[in-house]
């Protein structure tokens, strides 16, 4: 059965591609190898083939409800893939709407965020309180550790750094942070990770919680949310305000300084937070029930890649 992705076609499974038929096979790999009318590829809208200026937008590709937890639904927030590559990573902030108590946790779904393999629950597991709201999640994959923030709630002290076992949810490290707080990429060559606070401040950090100056104010906006590091030096940023569509940043950390090298706007964002490039499509958390948004339910949505890392 043969696949297209941007730009792409194969016979094989191909990541970030769409099932096409034998008939559109054909078609694209006439359009791909014509010199008298070359076309190209998208898959943004469905399988099209478009003239070679075509720009493949960032479209969204599928909607995933996440499943009730029983007595109420996951708060998502962070999102990573989980380190053996099995399944997901979620935050979970734990709030019900309109209520004050706080019982997250960083939930372990399978891959298609059906059933939770574990949850790694804030207070009996990870050693917090019913303050703490967990919010950035990420992983380093083949670790079997998986690193996020536990946000206090009011942010009258300091917010926790959890480094935790992937398999089991022992905590392995328990650092401070700002109590501001939210997101977190970890960067393995160089032995360091970063927290980013909703204000747009990015903070680096060794590997024992120990603060390397200088913070960088990357984003004067004050609804910044998460983060994911891509690896050779980009990470991605996201931020926006609810009920309006969410917008994720790349950022080049091979300098001396973070750089905002290039900001793309995610339709249908409208409560965006955790964030995850995985099998060449965009995958964010989108938790439309605890912020009123519309459709008022908490979600994991799937975008094709487009030009964001071009």
Not at 82 to 90: A, I, R, Y
Not at 184 to 195: K, L, Q, R, S, W
Not at 277 to 289: A, L, Q, T
Request: aromatic share 8%.
């Amino acid at each position: 059965m043969p696949f297209a992705a941007a730009n792409k076609i194969s016979t094989g499974h191909l990541p970030g591609g769409i099932t096409i038929s034998e008939a559109q096979y054909t078609q694209a790999l006439a359009g791909m190898t014509s010199k008298a009318a070359p076309k190209k590829v998208s898959v943004a809208n469905g399988f099209q083939m478009v003239a070679p200026s075509f720009i493949e937008p960032i479209a969204l590709m599928e909607a995933i409800t996440l499943p009730s937890l029983g007595s109420r639904n996951p708060v998502c927030t962070g999102l990573a893939r989980h380190p053996l590559g099995t399944g997901w990573l979620v935050g979970d902030d734990g709030r019900p709407v309109n209520g004050t108590t706080t019982d997250g946790g960083v939930i372990w779904y399978n891959d298609d965020f059906t059933d939770v393999i574990e949850n790694f629950k804030a207070i009996p597991t990870l050693g917090l309180t019913s303050q703490h709201s967990i919010q950035g999640v990420c992983a380093v994959p083949g670790s079997n550790e998986f690193w996020c923030i536990g946000r206090l709630l009011p942010t009258t002290g300091n917010s926790r750094v959890l480094k935790c076992d992937a398999t089991t949810g022992a905590v392995l490290l328990n650092v401070p942070c700002q109590n501001t707080g939210n997101g977190i990429a970890v960067v393995p060559e160089h032995g360091i990770y970063y927290t980013l606070q909703t204000t747009g401040e990015l903070t680096k950090w060794d590997m024992a919680g120990v603060y390397l100056p200088s913070i960088v104010d990357l984003n004067t906006q004050t609804t910044n949310d998460m983060l994911q590091y891509l690896g050779d030096g980009k990470m991605l940023m996201t931020y926006g305000a609810n009920l309006s569509s969410g917008y994720i940043s790349v950022v080049d950390i091979t300098g001396a300084s973070p750089v905002m090298t290039k900001t793309v706007q995610l339709p249908g964002s409208n409560a965006i937070e955790g964030v995850a490039i995985h099998d060449g499509f965009i995958w964010i958390c989108n938790d439309g029930e605890y912020h009123s948004a519309s459709p008022a339910l908490n979600r994991v949505l799937k975008y094709s890649l487009g030009n964001l890392l071009d």
